[in-house]
């Protein structure tokens, strides 16, 4: 059993700043990517976010420049830092992980409960 429980979400006015957390539990053997998505209403869900178990890093041009990610592996968390936030950054977040799991092969896809963040103009 794994669980990635997400934290941080709420209501900020445009210009000001979040941070989201997700920590992964359970039977964890180790991580591999975990990511940050995102979905509005009426649209598909993003990718805002992404780390590698190396530390490399990937965003969605949108948020470039504004939205920072980064892992504490030893806690099996990943956090999402939101600066400069805009309206249209209104969302569901999502956290993700690729996850491989004590006794069992292979990599499986994990996928938090979302946390609402709301941008007000």
């Known amino acids: 059993q794994v669980r990635l429980v997400e934290s941080g979400g709420g209501l900020v006015q445009a210009g000001g700043s979040l941070r989201l957390s997700c920590a992964a539990s359970?039977?964890?053997?180790?991580?591999?990517?975990m990511d940050w998505y995102r979905q509005a209403p009426g649209n598909q869900r993003e990718l805002v976010a992404a780390?590698?178990?190396?530390?490399?890093?990937n965003y969605a041009d949108s948020v470039k420049g504004r939205f920072t990610i980064s892992r504490d592996s030893a806690k099996n968390t990943v956090y999402l830092e939101m600066n400069s936030l805009k309206p249209e950054d209104t969302a569901v977040y999502y956290c993700n992980a690729k996850i491989r799991v004590v006794l069992l092969p292979g990599l499986y896809d994990y996928w938090g409960q979302g946390t609402q963040v709301t941008v007000s103009s």
């Open positions: 780390i590698t178990s190396g530390g490399s890093t």
């Open positions: 359970g039977s964890i053997f180790s991580i591999n990517a």
